[in-house]
């Protein structure tokens, strides 16, 4: 885990180093100590842009991953990510409202226009939590409860592709670009919320260890353990919603970090004990946020690419292998 850890600030150090723009690491490392102040664009470029971004890329990573863990774990299916209860479909429905009915193109670009889409992700998101919470005490079921939430998650989309239908081209081509998912939309105007928004929801999930190594014994098993089964689902859907909702809100959907982290820190650990692997999930998704949004700058002159193409890249061959080896890990038994 220390080995993870340590990783952090030299990817850290690797995007503020790493951009379109070049800038020798010798000017970096004086810039970030303040010992060379003499080139403004640089310093505007290392601090009000790859700083804020590789912040950004650290704690996302770490709140997707923590949340795909706990939903695999309550779910008890490898399967299960962030996105399945559809929460994250709630924050881009508010979006889609935001963008494709009121007519979002009149003011993107601006800071009213921005901070309008953060809001609107993050009532949709939080619309959908509470509807999952306020079922959660009625559906006693975790196998119903996944079902209504993914088909929660299909209504959102289809009102979503209703509002595309009617939508302006200007306005269509906004929303696929917020869809892309962006750590750079995160400035330091917006850091202070994101920041405490992601590590309290980070705070909360540390202290579901305890019902979450219960749960994977089976439900009647925890029970019978002393937890209380409603109590501790409320608390780990609560945990995760916060974290989805703010990630989603402030970067816009990110795919398949959530749902791979967990299985490669169990593959490394050996382990499913929560105690160990859930940091270690935190600590690694960090890591693989950080190297993922390293590896949407091409060398040269090739740009940028979005951070959903690198994470579905990366992501997806640990998904099929856990799909082929569902038997052989046995995670939940």
Known sequence: MAGV?????????????????????????????????????????????????SITAMLAGAALAACGLMMQTLFRNPLADPSILGISTGANLGVAIMVLSLNGSMVVGTIMGYTANILAAFVGALAVLLIILSLSGKIKNTAMLLIVGIMIGFMASSIISVLNFYASKENIQIFVLWGLGDFSNVTWNEMPSFAIASTIGIAFALLQIKPLNALLLGENYASNLGVNVKRARYSILLAAGLLIAAVTAFCGPISFIGLAVPHVARMLLGTSNHKTLLPATILLGSVVALLCNLLTTLPGEGGIIPINAVTSMLGAPVVIYVIFNRRKLQYFS
């Not at 340590?6 to 810039?31: C, D, H």
């Open 5 to 53: 850890g340590a990783l952090i600030p030299l990817l850290m150090l690797m995007n503020i180093a790493w951009g379109t723009v070049s800038i020798p690491v010798g000017k970096v490392f004086e810039i970030l100590s303040g010992a060379d102040t003499s080139n403004v664009a640089w310093n505007n470029i290392i601090w009000m842009s790859r700083m804020p971004q």
